[in-house]
T-cell receptor
Framework: DVKVTQSSRYLVKRTGEKVFLECVQD?????MFWYRQDPGLGLRLIYF???????EKGDIAEGYSVSREKKERFSLILESASTNQTSMYLC?????????????FGEGSWLTVV | AQSVTQPDIHITVSEGASLELRCNYS??????LFWYVQSPGQGLQLLLK??????LVQGIKGFEAEFKRSQSSFNLRKPSVHWSDAAEYFC??????????????FGKGTHLIIQP
């Protein structure tokens, strides 16, 4: 089975802190994604990566950056956390070849910024 | 740009009753269509997906969905729900790009409540 692991399930950070959310997948998938989930808004794509060191902005990239130095690891970075970034963050991965391939999700990271 | 509409924010169904969750998409061609389920505090799990061919798709946990091109719909159904089906359900669409990584566009979700 594909496993997407988000190392931190629950985090509480202070406004202005730099925050790292880590994600690792074990199926040699080329594509990795970060989504944000908020009540009533569904899932919104923050960033995706289709290869090591390659990244593309999603719909709500402002205030976020990402890093993909190794194929299996995709990190989301909040350079200066703000309270409006309190949310659930979902990492996902898939094979390359277009969005017809199934996207597999991690269990999510709940971030509270105070 | 493609969009996905799930018109029902909440649905309450009695255990053992049938279920239909609605999903409409907006896109000029036929996209890839997906239904995901999210149990409380968990990530998303794929229930089923449609690419082409038979418009009635069978998924896991006894769910099925029917693609209707004329209505731009991809409704999810289950003949008899169980208490364990209580969850958030998301419809999603994707486009074939031939390469690269296109994320899916998700609907806002339907929260399913099961009454005993």
């Amino acid at each position: 089975d594909v496993k997407v692991t988000q190392s931190s399930r629950y985090l509480v950070k202070r406004t202005g802190e730099k925050v790292f959310l880590e994600c690792v997948q074990d199926m040699d998938h080329e594509n990795m994604f970060w989504y944000r989930q908020d009540p009533g808004l569904g899932l919104r794509l923050i960033y995706f990566s289709y290869d090591v060191k390659m990244k593309e902005k999603g719909d709500i990239a402002e205030g976020y950056s990402v890093s993909r130095e190794k194929k299996e690891r995709f990190s989301l970075i909040l350079e200066s956390a703000s309270t409006n970034q309190t949310s659930m963050y979902l990492c996902a991965s898939s094979l390359s070849g277009g969005s017809g391939n199934t996207i597999y999700f991690g269990e999510g990271s709940w971030l509270t910024v105070v | 740009a493609q969009s996905v509409t799930q018109p029902d924010i909440h649905i309450t169904v009695s255990e053992g009753a049938s279920l239909e969750l609605r999903c409409n998409y907006s896109y000029g061609a036929t996209p890839y269509l997906f239904w995901y389920v999210q149990s409380p505090g968990q990530g998303l799990q794929l229930l089923l997906k449609y690419f082409s061919g038979d418009t009635l798709v069978q998924g896991i946990k006894g769910f099925e969905a029917e693609f209707k091109r004329s209505q731009s719909s991809f409704n999810l159904r289950k003949p008899s729900v169980h208490w364990s089906d209580a969850a958030e359900y998301f419809c999603a669409v994707g486009l074939y790009s031939g390469g690269g990584a296109d994320g899916l566009t998700f609907g806002k979700g339907t929260h399913l409540i099961i009454q005993p």
